[in-house]
């Protein structure tokens, strides 16, 4: 899921200076599950927005997943009026979400409140840990025991560990273990590690994740 | 008296002596080249670090053609930190045009080790890939997927000139665990490196066990040795930069002594001497006590 944290206030109440209507939109998704932008993050925007600012709520809605630009523009039809008075929208959710609203009402400015930190999974409530980074095309975890390099690494090296690797841990943080040592024990848990110490990694085709990216997927039985 | 130069050197089985300069943080290059002058004939080569522990400093390429033209055998180091692949292949045709020769390739630390910590980290190749890139410089081509025109190209572009470069790598013999870093130098090997200059050794029995990996492989092996000043900047080294172990008993040495320095200076010339029947050659790294060098050597006998 798509990990996202507040701003700080300041810069919300920036963003927001001469806007005195505001509608506030959360989301039903990934800031539900972050504690960023589900009901209750927005309820208490609000109740901050009127209390502390003195702002004007045209109303507020937990769409189910904002970045479904599709079913969104479906959900905020039942907002049109309360949206059509509103001076900007503050929208709870990740750059895709505050960009899919900012597609569909273009009438008043829509204002980001969190900021999108990475793709991440949740270890325990309230903790999320990036495993992946999307990095476009060419996957190499079957050549890394199932554990990716590009992200656990802090160099993103292909082919073994840095000079900086102490007592297995990494370079840049001696609380966190070292990528390529937890590729090497997989490995050697798993099963080849021998081919693995052999082989050069290449160097990798940036060509493959140009951004922005789009993937158009073919329905089979409908028509082009 | 030093007669031949670093490959030559290496390549006729003499024990190696290298040092580690590092370019000024500026452009006036004074310090560094009286301390090139101090170790004229007692070296074979001086490696020339790359923005070392992410430092910004004057570039290694220029520092090193200042210590060719000075008659110096200079080890141009290089590191994947801050460029990409074509501003890397590009350095090293400039570094061949001026008849630099060795180069010491590394990964590099992360910039948020150094004074620019807020600085994109490239890593575009790592070490092992450098060295391939390497390889085929020399080989006349380079890393390039298609040609100028568009079309693909399976085995690089074929250079007007090639490159005729020594590269070696670094390997850390107290890496621990050890076995990673022990796939990753026959990776190296496997990719060209020739010659090894290795951490700061202390572990004489672990640094035996890792000669005999390397000889296994034929790969030279110039054993890194530190010199520190104080047990203070030993425990400074131990938390800031990377890589560098100095062990409690070594740290507790220096402690009580009322020349920290001197016996620093003894200390390492004590260990180049234990190196020279077991390695290839050494590489002093002295971190600010350049001026110091001849000294240690002094100690070494040699």
Request: hydrophobic content about 40%.
């Given at each position: 899921?798509?990990?996202?944290r507040?701003?700080?206030?300041?810069?919300?109440?920036?963003a927001l200076?001469?806007?005195?209507?505001?509608f506030?939109i959360?989301?039903?998704?990934?800031?539900?599950l972050?504690?960023s932008?589900?009901?209750?993050q927005v309820?208490r925007m609000r109740?901050r927005?009127?209390q502390?600012e003195?702002?004007?709520i045209?109303?507020?809605?937990?769409l189910e997943a904002v970045?479904?630009?599709?079913?969104?523009?479906?959900?905020l039809?039942?907002?049109r009026?309360?949206l059509?008075?509103?001076?900007?929208?503050?929208?709870?959710?990740?750059g895709?979400?505050?960009?899919a609203v900012?597609k569909l009402?273009t009438?008043?400015?829509?204002?980001?409140?969190l900021?999108?930190?990475?793709?991440?999974?949740i270890?325990?409530?309230g903790?999320?840990?990036?495993?992946?980074s999307?990095?476009?095309?060419?996957?190499?975890?079957n050549?890394?025991?199932g554990i990716?390099?590009?992200t656990?690494?802090?160099?993103g090296?292909l082919?073994?560990?840095c000079g900086?690797?102490?007592?297995?841990?990494?370079?840049l943080?001696r609380?966190?273990d070292?990528?390529?040592?937890?590729i090497y024990?997989?490995?050697?848990?798993?099963?080849?590690?021998e081919?693995?110490?052999?082989?050069?990694?290449?160097?990798?085709?940036?060509?493959?994740?140009?951004?922005p990216?789009?993937?158009v997927?073919?329905?089979?039985?409908?028509e082009? | 008296?030093v007669?031949l130069?670093?490959?030559q050197?290496?390549?006729?089985?003499?024990f190696v002596?290298?040092?580690?300069l590092?370019?000024?943080k500026?452009?006036?290059?004074?310090r560094m080249?009286?301390?090139?002058?101090?170790?004229k004939g007692r070296?074979?080569?001086?490696n020339?670090?790359?923005?070392q522990?992410?430092?910004m400093?004057?570039?290694?390429?220029?520092?090193?053609?200042?210590?060719?033209e000075?008659?110096?055998?200079?080890?141009y180091?290089?590191?994947?930190r801050d460029r990409?692949r074509?501003a890397l292949?590009?350095?090293?045709l400039?570094?061949a045009?001026?008849g630099?020769?060795?180069?010491?390739?590394l990964?590099g630390?992360?910039?948020?080790a150094?004074?620019?910590?807020?600085a994109?980290a490239?890593?575009?190749?790592d070490?092992t890939q450098l060295?391939?890139v390497?390889?085929?410089l020399n080989?006349?081509?380079?890393l390039s997927s298609r040609?100028?025109?568009g079309?693909?190209?399976?085995?690089?572009a074929?250079?007007?000139g090639?490159?005729?470069?020594?590269?070696g790598?670094?390997?850390n013999p107290e890496?621990?665990p050890?076995?990673p870093?022990?796939?990753r130098f026959?990776?190296k090997?496997?990719?060209?490196?020739?010659f090894?200059?290795?951490?700061a050794v202390?572990?004489?029995?672990?640094?035996?066990?890792?000669?005999g990996y390397?000889?296994?492989l034929?790969?030279?092996?110039?054993?890194?040795?530190?010199?520190?000043r104080?047990?203070?900047?030993a425990?400074y080294?131990n938390?800031?930069?990377p890589?560098?172990?100095?062990?409690?008993?070594?740290?507790k040495?220096l402690?009580?002594s009322?020349?920290p320095?001197?016996?620093?200076?003894r200390?390492?010339g004590?260990q180049?001497r234990?190196?020279?029947e077991?390695?290839?050659?050494?590489?002093i790294?002295?971190?600010g006590l350049?001026?110091?060098?001849?000294?240690?050597l002094?100690?070494?006998?040699i």
């Amino acid at each position: 899921m798509i990990i996202t944290r507040p701003k700080p206030f300041a810069e919300i109440q920036s963003a927001l200076q001469g806007k005195e209507k505001i509608f506030l939109i959360g989301c039903g998704l990934c800031a539900t599950l972050c504690q960023s932008g589900g009901q209750e993050q927005v309820i208490r925007m609000r109740d901050r927005l009127v209390q502390e600012e003195g702002k004007e709520i045209t109303g507020l809605a937990v769409l189910e997943a904002v970045c479904h630009v599709l079913r969104s523009k479906k959900e905020l039809r039942a907002h049109r009026a309360e949206l059509s008075a509103s001076e900007a929208i503050l929208v709870m959710a990740c750059g895709g979400g505050v960009q899919a609203v900012g597609k569909l009402l273009t009438t008043a400015p829509v204002v980001a409140a969190l900021d999108s930190l990475f793709l991440g999974n949740i270890e325990r409530f309230g903790q999320f840990e990036e495993r992946c980074s999307l990095c476009g095309g060419d996957c190499i975890l079957n050549k890394t025991g199932g554990i990716c390099p590009l992200t656990a690494c802090s160099k993103g090296l292909l082919n073994g560990p840095c000079g900086g690797m102490k007592d297995g841990r990494c370079e840049l943080d001696r609380q966190r273990d070292c990528a390529w040592v937890l590729i090497y024990e997989r490995l050697k848990a798993t099963g080849g590690a021998e081919a693995a110490a052999l082989t050069i990694r290449g160097p990798r085709d940036h060509s493959q994740g140009l951004r922005p990216r789009r993937l158009v997927v073919d329905r089979p039985g409908v028509e082009k | 008296m030093v007669g031949l130069g670093f490959q030559q050197a290496l390549e006729q089985n003499q024990f190696v002596i290298t040092v580690e300069l590092a370019p000024p943080k500026g452009t006036d290059v004074s310090r560094m080249l009286a301390c090139a002058e101090r170790l004229k004939g007692r070296v074979h080569g001086i490696n020339v670090t790359d923005n070392q522990s992410a430092v910004m400093r004057l570039g290694s390429l220029a520092a090193c053609h200042l210590l060719k033209e000075r008659g110096f055998d200079p080890i141009y180091q290089i590191t994947c930190r801050d460029r990409n692949r074509l501003a890397l292949e590009s350095d090293l045709l400039s570094a061949a045009v001026l008849g630099i020769r060795n180069v010491l390739v590394l990964t590099g630390d992360h910039p948020t080790a150094g004074d620019h910590p807020e600085a994109k980290a490239v890593y575009d190749l790592d070490s092992t890939q450098l060295l391939q890139v390497i390889t085929r410089l020399n080989q006349g081509r380079d890393l390039s997927s298609r040609s100028s025109g568009g079309k693909p190209l399976v085995n690089g572009a074929t250079l007007a000139g090639g490159t005729n470069l020594f590269a070696g790598a670094v390997v850390n013999p107290e890496a621990n665990p050890l076995e990673p870093q022990i796939w990753r130098f026959f990776q190296k090997v496997a990719a060209g490196a020739r010659f090894f200059q290795t951490q700061a050794v202390y572990d004489l029995e672990r640094f035996d066990q890792f000669m005999g990996y390397a000889r296994e492989l034929g790969a030279k092996i110039l054993a890194g040795v530190l010199l520190v000043r104080s047990a203070a900047a030993a425990r400074y080294v131990n938390e800031h930069v990377p890589g560098v172990v100095v062990p409690e008993r070594v740290v507790k040495e220096l402690e009580p002594s009322a020349n920290p320095l001197e016996a620093g200076i003894r200390m390492a010339g004590q260990q180049i001497r234990h190196l020279r029947e077991r390695c290839d050659g050494v590489h002093i790294m002295a971190i600010g006590l350049e001026e110091h060098i001849p000294a240690v050597l002094d100690e070494a006998g040699i």
